[in-house]
Nanobody, 124 residues
Framework: QVQLVESGGGLVQAGGSLRLSCAASGRTFSIYGMGWFRQAPGKEREFVAHIDRSGGSTYYAGSLKGRFAIARDNAKNTLYLQMNSLKPEDTAVYYC?????????????????WGQGTQVTVSS
């Protein structure tokens, strides 16, 4: 079993930056890939980014590449999402997730564990 806890969300003005963190505990050795998703009111959960076990391979939603960066520190069992040049449309609850299988995963149904989410609100 894996537990994930997000932190770092909050209110920021458009153009600003935030760094989200996700602390993993439990059977973390079983995790291969990790990802970030977000969900705005009335919308489906949306893929943001994926990172492999070593942190050497990353994949981003096309609309976010260049503004967001995913990273992980396995020694600390922590996943990060650096968000820059934030826009009001980035407002959402952001979730970290873990997957036990090899490969890039972009669909929520492919992930095995989820955090509770952290709210990010970007004001204009």
């Amino acid at each position: 079993q894996v537990q994930l806890v997000e932190s770092g969300g909050g209110l920021v003005q458009a153009g600003g930056s935030l760094r989200l963190s996700c602390a993993a505990s439990g059977r973390t050795f079983s995790i291969y890939g990790m990802g970030w998703f977000r969900q705005a009111p009335g919308k489906e959960r949306e893929f943001v980014a994926h990172i492999d076990r070593s942190g050497g391979s990353t994949y981003y939603a096309g609309s976010l590449k260049g503004r967001f960066a995913i990273a992980r520190d396995n020694a600390k069992n922590t996943l990060y999402l650096q968000m820059n040049s934030l826009k009001p449309e980035d407002t959402a609850v952001y979730y970290c997730a873990a997957v036990l299988t090899v490969g890039v995963r972009v669909r929520p149904t492919e992930y095995n564990y989820w955090g509770q989410g952290t709210q990010v609100t970007v004001s204009s």
